[in-house]
């Protein structure tokens, strides 16, 4: 049973920064795309930040010069470094896993984790 399992979300006021991590329970976890994903009250769940087995990054124009994601494939985890955070970036923040091979989608999930901003 694969587990993705988030932490340190919380509640920060705006311009702070928090630290979001994600460890998984991947056997082969450095081959999976890695991403970040966010769901805001009454909102679609939308892409934030996603990196590639090779280390490509891609970001929503929402939070690029603001957000880094990382990798550690040794530790199986994935981090997203949230600096200058404004209250619209308050959602349930949730770590994602995706493989693509020609006969299957491997897709899973954490449980979220949320991030609140306000003053």
């Known amino acids: 049973q694969v587990q993705l399992v988030e932490s340190g979300g919380g509640l920060v006021q705006p311009g702070g920064s928090l630290r979001l991590s994600c460890t998984a329970s991947l056997s082969i976890f450095s081959i999976f795309t890695m991403g970040w994903y966010r769901q805001a009250p009454g909102k679609q769940r939308e892409l934030v930040a996603r990196i590639t087995s090779g280390g490509s990054t891609t970001y929503a124009d929402s939070v690029k010069g603001r957000f880094t994601i990382s990798r550690d494939n040794a530790e199986n985890t994935v981090n997203l470094q949230m600096n200058s955070l404004r209250p619209e970036d308050t959602a349930v923040y949730y770590c994602?896993?995706?493989?693509?091979?020609?006969?299957?989608?491997?897709?899973?999930w954490g449980q979220g984790t949320q991030v609140t901003v306000t003053s």
């Open positions: 994602n896993a995706n493989r693509a091979t020609d006969w299957r989608t491997y897709n899973y």
